[in-house]
């Protein structure tokens, strides 16, 4: 059975299945028979949100009682289960229990499996992307109905596998599969945590200055480039200027610009490759903060004219095309940089486009060059 299934006149005869031993009051069997559909379904639908929803509508002890069913199989799987009934290995099983168990008691008993939950979230907090092929952002969600918010590594982790969407050479792997889940991208908005995320100069740097400069700081961090935007639109720019004003126009470019000059460091906090990468990621830009970074440079161009503007735009650009890790460090931000000099305008920025028309290998960065220089 494919990881995602859409069966969904399956889901609805398997939820009607927990529903009908549920009220027969047979809680054993059930176990079993919600686990069969977790391991038939594929790792990505599980038990499916509907039954998901219909067994956390049980009562209260029911509830408990199954969860604590799974608990205890989750401990004693070897003894529990065998290939043969659910035609999956161990692992794979110990996964669904714990998802399956979490979910059932959120918003009731936080502490069951907690230990387990949180051994399983730490293990991302190292990742560059999350490739489990489960729900992992499940244990998540539990951690944080418990009132217990996971360290802002894990949601580093999480923010830069929903990022994966659009990166090229990861936009049809596991991790942008996860990325495009729409439970993770609901978890997403209700996880709290800094801004960006840490583990890069820059960031770190960006994170510890807004932190003094207060809520214009942040919100002017969080006013990040949209994903798929090439360029600001009117009302982008509309906000951008009011937070700029809010900010200080003349100390966000100081700021920025100390930013910029940090971009083109590796990452502080060394991040777990995967074997199907073939660059370095610690010498790439965080996903994730690579559209604060794009937001950034834009919004550079909306400030008076200063003389050390263009020389930092320029060096964001630079910093972007580094290629050392077998890999341009960010296309997206070296044509973030591009645009802001364009809408710069003037002598000094046409001069650097030339040069660096002249210096870029990589075509479409090449392009946008060529475009912004018959503009002017």
């Not at 290629?323 to 710069?344: D, K, Y």
Request: proline share 6%.
């Amino acid at each position: 059975m494919s990881r995602w299934m859409h069966n969904t006149q399956l889901l609805a005869e398997q939820a009607a299945q927990y529903r009908a031993l549920a009220e027969r009051g047979d809680l054993r069997e059930l176990s079993r028979v919600v686990m069969r559909a977790a391991c038939h379904n594929g790792s990505m639908t599980g038990v499916g949100s509907e039954g998901m929803k219909l067994l956390r509508a049980l009562p209260d002890d029911q509830r408990h009682e199954l969860a604590g069913i799974w608990a205890r199989w989750y401990a004693h799987v070897e003894g529990d289960w065998t290939a043969e009934e659910f035609r999956r290995d161990l692992g794979y099983l110990r996964a669904e229990l714990l998802l399956v168990a979490s979910g059932v008691v959120r918003d009731l008993d936080g502490d069951l499996l907690a230990a387990e939950r949180q051994e399983q979230l730490a293990a991302l907090s190292s990742q560059y992307v999350i490739w489990s092929s489960h729900r992992i952002w499940e244990l998540a969600d539990a951690e944080l109905a418990a009132g217990r918010v996971p360290q802002p590594a894990i949601l580093a982790a999480f923010r830069r596998t929903a990022a994966a969407t659009t990166l090229p050479g990861l936009r049809r792997t596991a991790a942008a599969a996860n990325g495009r889940e729409p439970g993770l991208r609901d978890l997403l908005t209700r996880f709290p945590g800094p801004v960006l995320n840490p583990g890069e100069p820059w960031a770190d740097q960006a994170l510890q200055e807004a932190a003094i400069g207060g809520e214009p700081w942040q919100r002017l961090l969080a006013h990040a480039a949209p994903a798929t935007a090439g360029a600001p639109s009117a009302t982008w720019e509309r906000s951008a200027l009011a937070l700029l004003e809010a900010a200080g126009p003349e100390a966000v470019r100081r700021g920025v610009l100390r930013w910029f000059g940090l971009a083109g460091l590796d990452r502080t906090v060394p991040l777990l490759s995967h074997p199907h990468l073939s660059y370095d990621v610690n010498r790439c830009h965080d996903p994730y903060n690579t559209h604060v970074l794009r937001g950034l440079a834009w919004s550079l161009s909306l400030l008076p004219p200063h003389p050390d503007t263009v020389p930092a735009l320029v060096g964001l650009v630079e910093a972007a095309l580094d290629n050392r890790s077998g890999h341009l460090r960010s296309p997206q931000v070296a044509e973030a940089g591009i645009v802001a000099l364009t809408r710069i305008g003037g002598q000094a920025a046409r001069a650097e486009l030339e040069t660096l028309s002249r210096q870029v290998e990589h075509q479409g960065i090449s392009r946008r060059i060529d475009k912004a220089l018959a503009a002017q």
